[in-house]
């Protein structure tokens, strides 16, 4: 069975910068989670796959199609939902007329169809009672379900969410897991996110990239395995040697790699495995 996106050798550059290189993976049904720091190259990819940006070598093939070519790129853009990481809005538009307008841009033609479709999408997204109301009245977190709303359109058959989960709070985030969960049994769903918990509660595939690069593939299980033996609790807060370490809420430290003086291990998290994989403390920070 083909893949939903195949990716090969995919490179693209800002200037003397290297942000995509020679990445190569493929995604399949379900949902994938995308993980990475920022600066790593997440956005840039999922532009490419969005068909919003075109690589400067390599090869994608989305739902079967080449990008490159002007025809299949617009049967891609039919068949596909995207949430960029920063979507605009008409701020005097209320909430049906802005995802309306998109819907029309998507050429959903029969008016009495299409503002069914609206409501339905809507109401997907919990803002079915804000319908009226202008989008410059709306709060952040109703602004990214409303673009998430703009991208549920037609119930295309990929969704590409760049950080979907920005502004909302934990119940908005909880139905919003709902959702995508919902949605990833009969398509394909590539969400980025820096949510290491929502990567664990959603995805059924992880990608880890790093400084333009696939730097690990697989399950979230597979990720925190990364960090199995390197994970430890301790009651005395490590030497400055450690490398990573915090303090938890009942008091004790989490130190990640060597043991402190008197540690016990832990069970690791897909955040543990996730920190490791990225190695140094200044791109955890990141």
């Known amino acids: 069975m083909e893949p939903t996106i195949s990716v090969r050798a995919l490179s693209k550059q800002y200037g003397r910068a290297t942000v995509l290189d020679r990445v190569d993976t493929e995604i399949g049904p379900g949902v994938t989670g995308l993980l990475g720091p920022n600066g790593a190259g997440k956005t840039t990819l999922l532009r490419c796959l969005a068909t919003t940006l075109a690589p400067d070598s390599g090869r994608i093939r989305v739902l079967g199609l080449d990008p490159a ?5 617009t049967e891609i853009r039919r068949r596909l939902g995207y949430l960029p990481q920063d979507p605009g809005h008409y701020p005097h538009f209320t909430a049906f007329e802005l995802v309306d307008y998109v819907a029309i841009l998507k050429e959903h033609t029969d008016r009495r169809a299409r503002h069914r479709e609206v409501r339905r999408v809507l109401a997907e997204v919990d803002l079915a009672d804000r319908s009226r ?15 998430l709303a703009q ?19 934990p119940e908005q985030r909880m139905r919003f897991r709902a959702l995508v969960s919902r949605l990833g049994e009969s398509r394909t769903v590539l ?27 697989g399950t979230p299980r597979q990720i925190a395995e990364q960090a199995a033996g390197q994970v430890w ?21 989490r130190t990640l790699g060597d043991p402190p003086r008197h540690a016990v291990p832990a069970d690791p998290t897909v955040e543990d495995g996730y920190l490791l994989l990225l190695g140094e403390p200044s791109e955890v920070a990141a």
């Open 151 to 169: 991208a549920l359109l037609g119930e295309p058959e990929l969704l590409i969410l760049d950080e979907p989960t920005v502004g909302l709070d």
């Open 133 to 147: 109301t202008k989008v410059r009245k709306l709060s952040g977190g109703m602004r990214q379900r409303l673009a």
């Open 191 to 217: 969400l980025s996110t820096h949510q290491t918990e929502d990567v664990a509660a959603l995805c059924e595939r992880v990608v880890v990239v790093n400084r333009g690069r696939v730097v690990f593939e």
């Open 69 to 73: 070519t002007a025809a299949q790129r």
């Open 233 to 253: 609790l301790s009651e005395e807060a490590p030497g400055a040697a450690a490398r990573m370490f915090w303090r938890t809420a009942d008091g004790r430290y």
